[in-house]
């Protein structure tokens, strides 16, 4: 986890009488003379392999071994490599006479199955990958190495693994001095709050979200109670589909826009400080506490998801789901062991 913490040269700028008029145009003009800083235009999303995924020229081919099963990851909801009913050996020799046959968890794929398709050189490939298709796939090969030879029959075996990008994004704390905890001042100001951070993300396919608000009584050192807010937002990423542009740059990437809106957020509140600290007439009833903001990066995997560098070499970053034997019942990391789960993606152990 990465936390960071702007601005934290000193606690200043804390009254508790500071006079000026409530929610007042003073607390808001405070805000939108902060608003100075602004997203670059034209960003939105690019559609990519997972972060972590070693990509070479075969990648959307996949071979089969005689000696174990091989792993195949998909993509949820995306087409997948072509997973091909031959060895590398084989791939690379004279077949005569093949003949191709796949079976998965539900039995017999046939060519004409709208979701798996086995395709005339007997590669089986998915349309529209769904979690529902996890599981192992065998194909049955008979061929001849040369006319004259007797036909041999092989054997492959593939585990087939649906797996999610992971659910990463920032969540930042911040307080602000506040007019009176029953005052509805504090509710529309933290509305225009949440307002502005989110349009000031948004040019980046980003959203703000108000996971926490809280109005405390605080003592303060060697003075009196002052009333705070004390928020907690989370700025992530859109879905594709959500997403207001499109982007065909790889600074479009998820974690690459939340860490541009990251930066953005520190600067708008750093922006309020040095407002603050021009300012010759008394303060707003309601300002931002210089030093308050900490923001930390959070990485979670879908329930029913994990990430395991050791189970998935090949798809380290990759929320895979869970095997059987494991389950993820939350947003965590990793799949949890549970030796009654007897599927793929559980999110119980019953």
Known sequence: MEASTPGRARRGRRRA????APLSR???ALLLSALIVRAPPSVG???RLPRGFRLTQDSLKIVGS???PVKVYVLLHQKSPHVLCVTQRLRNSELIDPSFQWLGPRGKIISENSSAQVTSTGSLVFQNFEESMTGVYTCFLEYKPTVEEVVKNLQLKYIVYAYREPHFYYQFTVRYHAAPCNSIYNISFEKKLLQILSKLVFDLSCEVSLL???????????AGL??????????SSLDVEKGPKLCVDLSCEPSRRLSKAKNLIERFFNQQVEVLGRRSEPLPEIYYIEGTLHMVWINRC?????INTLKHPKCPECCVICSPGSYNPRDGIHCLQCNSSLEFGAKACL
């Open 17 to 20: 009488g500071a006079a000026g």
């Open 26 to 28: 003073a607390a808001v």
């Open 45 to 47: 999303y690019l559609i």
């Open 66 to 68: 005689s000696y174990y």
């Open 212 to 222: 926490k608000s809280e109005c405390h009584h605080v003592k303060m050192q060697k």
């Open 226 to 235: 002052q009333n705070e807010l004390f928020f907690t937002f989370s700025v």
């Open 302 to 306: 879908f329930p029913g998801y994990g």
